[in-house]
């Protein structure tokens, strides 16, 4: 008798892994797949307890008088330190959580997937039952987030810097999707699926 226990999967990757391709394509194969980015931004814009916070931290003009976000604000704000980004993080990530945990009690698929970039830092690991970690050579990204982003190599490589080392990631991971623009992902997705 085989069981019909939900799976979650949270995938991660460094920048320029080609993790949202990755989620995508598993998109594609009709599996839900939530994204704590988009879900994040949601909340920034749209939640009045995360709008208050924020305001008394980063300052009135993070929302304009319409009480839209103002990026570059908050966006400076978040680069100034990593402390200043750690405290918008114990704002936000909370509700991020709440959603993930409401969407994924009204999925009804028996695979669902998170896709978050700071999978380990910020603890949503544990709210998934396994993490894949996406995997791409260090000059495939790069390459990649320069001509995404438009950015320099300098650019690109402090972006890099500022996350999780690629080996630790690994090292967490239950599962290794390789994305080097070469390996099939295919697959490794239909074997992690079976």
């Known amino acids: 008798m085989t069981s019909t ?29 939530f994204c704590c ?13 995360v709008r208050q916070a924020l305001t008394r931290i980063v300052g009135e003009g993070v929302y304009d008088d319409a009480g839209r976000l103002v990026k570059s604000r908050l966006a400076a704000y978040l680069c100034s330190s990593p402390e200043n980004a750690d405290r918008v993080n114990q704002i936000v990530w909370p509700r991020v959580a709440e959603a993930f945990v409401q969407w994924e009690k009204a999925q009804t698929e028996r695979f669902v997937f998170m896709e978050c970039a700071l999978l380990f830092e910020s603890g949503f690991h544990r709210l998934t039952t396994r993490t894949i970690h996406v995997a791409a050579p ?46 099939d992902l295919m697959p490794q997705l239909l074997q992690l699926l079976q």
């Open 37 to 49: 980015d988009t879900a994040a931004k949601h909340i920034i814009r749209t939640d009045k307890h």
């Open 138 to 183: 260090r000059e495939t990204r790069i390459r990649r987030v320069m001509e995404r982003d438009k950015v320099n190599r300098a650019t690109a490589l402090r972006w890099i810097k500022m996350q999780m080392p690629e080996r630790e990631k690994r090292r967490r991971a239950d599962h290794i999707i390789h994305n080097d623009g070469q390996t």
């Open 5 to 33: 226990k939900k799976i979650s999967y949270g995938i991660t990757g460094g920048i320029g892994s080609g993790k949202s391709y990755v989620c995508r394509i598993i998109k594609d194969m009709g599996y839900p797949v």
